[in-house]
């Protein structure tokens, strides 16, 4: 049976929503995960935005590959597109991408539309601190998501530095 392939390297990684037959360590090249999206819904409001990451250009990203089968991935796809399509922030995308085991497959994938106004670009450390001590949305507080990923990236051996800062500075403050 065929499967399709998700690319997670956030939230995805420790909470993906949908059913799958295999996961899996996986390199992303020409793009790096970056806490770039001002986040109006699951991790904060328009009023106070959080910050989610997303996938911007250059570089390489470790991440968790998911393997979906052929009669579930339209499923799978709307409800990927009802998660991560919210506000339109992220663009659908299919991108090779290198399993631990060696093989190199094609991953659906979501990266920053750095054209979107919900774009934050490259902040310093401590504004990205400020925004993610200080904001909630939907899908709860978004220190919890922080920790979360960093939690999850150091499981696949994966590092972070900015990632790994602020889940520190955030659990100090606990």
């Not at 991440?63 to 991935?73: K, L, M, R, T, Y």
């Not at 991560?84 to 093989?103: C, D, F, H, N, P």
């Not at 920790?147 to 403050?173: F, K, V």
Request: some cysteine.
């Amino acid at each position: 049976m065929r499967h399709f392939w998700v690319f997670g390297y956030g939230s995805l990684m420790w909470r993906p929503g949908f059913s799958y037959v295999r996961r899996e360590t996986a390199l992303l090249y020409g793009a790096h995960r970056s806490l770039c999206v001002y986040s109006h819904v699951h991790r904060g409001t328009p009023e106070r935005p959080g910050l989610v990451l997303g996938l911007d250009r250059g570089g390489t990203c470790k991440g968790i590959a998911f393997a979906v089968q052929e009669d579930n991935w339209q499923a799978t796809l709307a409800y990927l597109r009802e998660r991560e399509q919210v506000t339109m922030v992220y663009k659908e995308v299919t991108r090779s991408i290198r399993l631990a085991s060696g093989e190199t497959v094609q991953a659906l994938s979501y990266m920053v539309d750095r054209d979107h106004q919900q774009y934050a670009g490259k902040l310093n450390l401590q504004d990205q601190l400020s925004f993610v001590s200080s904001s909630h949305g939907q899908s709860g507080p978004n220190t919890d998501y922080v920790i979360n990923t960093q939690t999850h990236l150091a499981e696949t051996g994966a590092s972070d530095p900015a990632l790994a800062w602020l889940t520190r500075q955030l659990q100090n403050d606990t």
